[in-house]
Every structure is written in C-alpha cells, then in structure tokens.
T-cell receptor, first 110, second 116 residues
Framework: QKEVEQNSGPLSVPEGAIASLNCTYS??????FFWYRQYSGKSPELIMF????GDKEDGRFTAQLNKASQYVSLLIRDSQPSDSATYLC??????????FGDGTTLTVKP | GAVVSQHPSWVICKSGTSVKIECRSL??????MFWYRQFPKQSLMLMAT?????????EQGVEKDKFLINHASLTLSTLTVTSAHPEDSSFYIC????????????FGPGTRLLVL
C-alpha cells in the first residue's frame, strides 16, 4: 500500500462544474496536509494546507480533512480551464518529511 | 513572489561530467531544505534532506556519493550530481519549509537536467 494515494485520473469536468480530488494516507500520526498544483514542466505551487479536521475554504477551493478516516480532499468550485493541471496531495509527518501522492490530472473543458 | 530560487533552470551536459544545482531561500532562513527528483509523468520523489551544519539525510536507494549535498549557509543548499549519466536526466526540485521543519514547504522553480 502506498503511503499517500490519490484517486486515479485523469479527471475531466466541464467549465463551471465542481472538481473533486481525493487523497488517503496510511500514517495515522501525520499532522499536516497540503494540496499542490503542478502545471506541466513547472514545479508544484501550494494551493492550500489543512491541519484540523473539517473544512477549510479559500476562494473557490475547499480542503476537507477527516483524520479518523485518513482522508483529505480538495474541491474546486466553478472550475476554469486555467485549473487544468496535476494536483498533488502531500502529507507531512511529525519529522517534517513530506510524502507526495502520484497526483491527479484535471482537465477543465470550456 | 518567489520565496525559493534555483539555479540553473536548465542544464545540458555530457555523460561523465558533474553538475551543481543551487537552491536559495529568499528573505528567510532555512535550516532544512529538501531535494526531490521527478521523472516525466511521475510524482515527486524525495531524494534527501539537507541540514545546515550537518550531513544530509538520504532516502533509501539514493547514492550519497553520487548526489552530493552541501548546506553551506542558512539560505543556500547545493546538490551536485557527480559523473552524470543519461539516466540521471530528470527534473530536480528543491523545497524549503518557511517557519521551521513542520511548516509549509515552498518549492523552487526546478532544474531540468539533460545528460547526453
């Protein structure tokens, strides 16, 4: 079992729809959870981080964390073509080491 | 604006040469920096943790004699790929946590290495 698993893609949604990206992790001691967006040929850029159970909203993005289920998700509302990218889920251990999922490629069709 | 820089952004070299990549934290100090490698259509793989003032910590399977890491100051870490071979061609990315080891990771723009 991988330490961090993301739903297999690619994921395709129409413009204006909600895109839902999911991630599960195996280390129950994980403390911090991050979502990064990576455009082709570029390095990852941070979208959101979440530490506590529940929802965290930032503009069109909502991160959801459920530590009991070891599950973290990212919702993108009103998806735009510019949101088309690979989204990486990262889980940070107490030691400060980040483990990344394989990523989910999202395509938003105009 | 960018908080972590990398130099160079592109390197093309002949097999057998050594290549040095620099990673700098801008306007903040980083006692720890991380080096990743990413092959096409694959996820980021942590290579090593660079520690200021002490030896780097390498992940399993990463040759420390081939990938030399030096954390020269609180704002600079370097990765040297020694005797590079075509299979070392990859996208190398560094990151630095802002605010301490458990804080948010900020990534550099990456260095694309092509070994001929």
């Amino acid at each position: 079992q991988k330490e961090v698993e993301q739903n297999s893609g690619p994921l395709s949604v129409p413009e204006g729809a909600i895109a839902s990206l999911n991630c599960t992790y195996s280390d129950r001691g994980s403390q911090s959870f991050f979502w990064y967006r990576q455009y082709s040929g570029k390095s990852p850029e941070l979208i959101m981080f979440i530490y506590s159970n529940g929802d965290k909203e930032d503009g069109r993005f909502t991160a959801q964390l459920n530590k009991a289920s070891q599950y973290v998700s990212l919702l993108i509302r009103d998806s735009q073509p510019s949101d088309s990218a690979t989204y990486l889920c990262a889980v940070m251990s107490n030691a400060g080491k980040s483990t990344f999922g394989d990523g989910t490629t999202l395509t938003v069709k105009p | 604006g960018a908080v972590v820089s990398q130099h160079p952004s592109w390197v093309i070299c002949k097999s057998g040469t050594s290549v040095k990549i620099e990673c700098r934290s801008l306007d903040f100090q980083a006692t720890t920096m991380f080096w990743y490698r990413q092959f096409p259509k694959q996820s980021l793989m942590l290579m090593a943790t660079s520690n200021e003032g002490s030896k780097a910590t390498y992940e399993q399977g990463v040759e420390k004699d081939k990938f030399l890491i030096n954390h020269a100051s609180l704002t600079l870490s370097t990765l040297t790929v020694t005797s590079a071979h075509p299979e070392d061609s990859s996208f190398y990315i560094c990151s630095a946590p802002r605010g301490g080891p458990s804080e948010t990771q900020y990534f550099g723009p990456g260095t694309r290495l092509l070994v001929l």
